[in-house]
């Protein structure tokens, strides 16, 4: 017990969401509430800081106390380094070799981080994103005086806390990008306090100088109160001024990094065990599932099996920051690397392992502890919000959208947004590319969203969170239907919804041909029932291949009205028939719910 009547628990430096649930005994969702009460948004398998688990916890009643593991190095003030960089710790010391510093922007909205890197590599990407907004960290290495630097973005609008935290974790310098004529802003402050809970050194680049309204002196004055005072005032942070528009200052700014790291040991071990951080995966309609990784200790090859969370799969190709296929990386390089199963988390760490087989094993393994972390079943269907929406108790109308392509996310929650009228808003608290995975379900049950999926599908996993908490999904394939929903929605004049309700999953064992008619598909019955009067979805892997309806369902000779568990049987399928052995039928019926 503490002096204030808390319970203590241990914790380390750093910790996942889910982590964190499993030590307080709370639900991962309370958890990520909690966290979305103090402004950080973050997924269940994100890591956070000491502090902010720490914050967490007391709400919860729990004092957090530090425990160090025995080989974490001490920093000046006695403080931990991030957590990847203990599981380095392990290396042998004399197999360590010095690697690329890895730079992190960081900073407000619009401060120039983006153009300062295309000033520094002289590209221009700012100009090919969506809306001009980062919305997702990139990264990519430069060569400076024979030195090579990684780089990495990170957005700077106030959404995207999550991704600055990252951001600095995986960081050996951050860059504080601050505008001359703005000054310190609330996200500034937010990237410096996740730098020095990274403990990673921090020096800014002071952009913007060419306007007019710069004025270096207020900002200077603005950095020391937050605890920067710049060098040329007798402190100890490197303040250097640039504009990345006009390409000043650019020198200078890779000078002071490469000083910053020369004061720095920055290691690893180019043959030792690999380990690195997701930086950023998509759902790519054309290459499949892509990912961009960053190394941080020894050598990823094309042809390595690579385990992220609970997905896995071997590396098919990958290709450099400029997209050069290449064989090898080494640390401090990122790269983007094709063969994963399904579409990892940003932020997670990976690993390699000897084989698929083992790789299957462990996912296995953290699927199984990923389950026993108990849920509070909730339930807030698309109805009751909508209900407290008209008794007033609402006033925000919260989604998460997932969509195909990069290119329809940006107006999907454009258009939504614009549905804001009066003191009716709709809130999108998250929009980004890809299948509707568990981590949507987890933040859209925290905060009481629906979740809208475009041209895309809910994976199995998030369908069975989705089922537990309670949570809407719905798919739409047409703009003007989805925002027509949403319209009515907020006027309380939704159409009933369609609930659908899962019968049972058969595998299909067996492909029969049938003259005249098609393919049959034998299968065995492993859970629940197939019924003839009902729809049945085609599953394979991930992907739903088909949806439609029963034509024919036999057991033996006899025609059948519908089959239990442990029973084998013959499906036909309106307008389908190229199963494949293996694919999983899901069958299932559409019940109607009237909206009040
Ligand atoms: N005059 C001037 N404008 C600049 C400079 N650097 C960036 N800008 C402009 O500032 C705006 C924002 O720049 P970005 O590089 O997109 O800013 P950012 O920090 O990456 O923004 P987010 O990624 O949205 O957080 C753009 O219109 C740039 O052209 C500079 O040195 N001088
Ligand atoms: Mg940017």
């Known amino acids: 017990m503490s002096e204030n ?55 919860f009643g729990f004092e957090a106390k530090h425990i160090l593991p025995p ?25 360590l070799q010095s690697r690329p510093p890895v730079v992190t922007m960081l900073g407000h909205v619009d401060h120039g981080k983006t153009t300062l890197l295309d000033a520094i590599r002289e590209t221009n990407v700012a100009e090919g994103e969506v809306g001009g907004i980062t919305q997702r960290i990139a990264a990519y290495q430069v060569v400076h005086n024979g030195r090579r630097i990684t780089f990495q973005d990170t957005p700077g609008h106030e959404a995207f806390t999550a991704m600055r935290a990252r951001g600095a974790q995986g960081a050996d310098i951050a860059v504080l990008v601050v505008a001359a004529d703005d000054g310190v802003m609330p996200q500034t402050r937010e990237a410096l306090a996740h730098a020095r809970a990274a403990r990673v050194p921090v020096l800014v680049a002071l952009n913007k100088i060419d306007r007019s309204s710069a004025n270096p002196d207020k900002v200077k004055h603005e950095l ?13 942070t490197i303040v250097v001024p640039v504009s990345a528009k006009m390409g000043e200052g650019i020198e200078d700014l890779l000078e002071a990094i490469i000083l910053i790291a020369d004061s720095t ?50 590396i098919r190709a990958m290709f450099d920051y400029q997209g050069n296929q ?23 760490l990976f690993s390699v392992v000897e084989s698929e087989r083992s790789a299957r094993a462990i996912a296995t393994q953290r699927k199984l502890q990923a389950q026993e972390a108990k849920v509070q079943p909730r339930t807030m269907s698309l109805d009751q919000i909508f209900q407290a929406f008209q008794a007033g108790e609402t006033k925000e109308l919260r989604l998460v959208i997932k969509a195909d392509a990069q290119g329809s996310v940006e107006p999907i929650t454009s258009s939504l947004e614009e549905l804001s009228a009066g003191d009716i808003k709709v809130n999108v608290l998250h929009a980004a590319t890809g299948n509707i995975n568990e981590n949507d379900i987890m933040l859209a049950a925290a905060s009481d969203a629906i979740v809208i999926g475009f041209n895309v599908v809910a994976d199995q996993a998030a369908r069975r969170v989705a089922e537990n908490e309670g949570v809407n999904i719905r798919i739409y394939d047409v703009i003007y239907r989805l925002t027509e929903d949403i319209e009515k929605a907020l006027k309380g004049m939704l159409e009933p919804e369609i609930r659908q309700v899962v019968l049972g999953r058969a595998e299909v064992r067996v492909i029969y041909r049938i003259p005249r008619i098609g393919h049959i598909a034998g299968c065995m019955v492993l859970a629940g029932e197939l019924r003839r009067n009902a729809n049945i979805r085609v599953l394979r892997g991930e992907q739903v291949v088909f949806d439609g309806q029963v034509a024919s369902l036999k057991h033996e000779k006899d025609d059948i009205r519908e089959i239990r568990e442990g029973f084998e049987c013959g499906v036909g399928l309106k307008g389908f028939d190229k199963f494949e052995t293996g694919d999983i039928l899901e069958c299932y019926t559409e019940e109607t719910v009237a909206v009040e």
């Open 326 to 348: 290449i064989e090898q990386a080494t640390p401090s390089t990122p790269v983007s690397v094709l063969g994963l199963s399904d579409v990892p988390m940003a932020g997670e």
């Open 5 to 59: 009547g808390y319970t203590i628990i241990e914790i380390p430096e750093s910790l996942t969401v889910r982590e964190l649930a499993a030590r307080i005994e709370t639900s991962p969702i309370d958890v990520i509430k909690q966290l979305m009460a103090n402004g950080v948004m973050a997924n269940i398998n994100q890591q956070i800081d000491f502090d902010t688990a720490a914050i967490v916890m007391e709400e």
């Open 224 to 236: 020391s109160d937050v605890g920067l005072v710049p060098d040329d005032w007798e402190g100890d």
């Open 265 to 314: 040991e920055i290691m690893a071990n180019p043959s030792g065990k690999v380990i690195g951080t997701v930086i950023e995966a998509e759902l790519n309609k054309l290459k499949g599932i892509m990912a961009t990784l960053l190394v941080q200790n020894g050598t990823l090859k094309v042809g390595d099996v690579v385990i992220v969370g609970t997905t896995y799969g071997r």
């Open 71 to 95: 080989d974490v190095e001490q920093g000046d003030q006695g403080a931990a380094v991030p957590y990847w960089r203990r599981l380095i710790g392990d290396e042998d010391p004399k197999a």
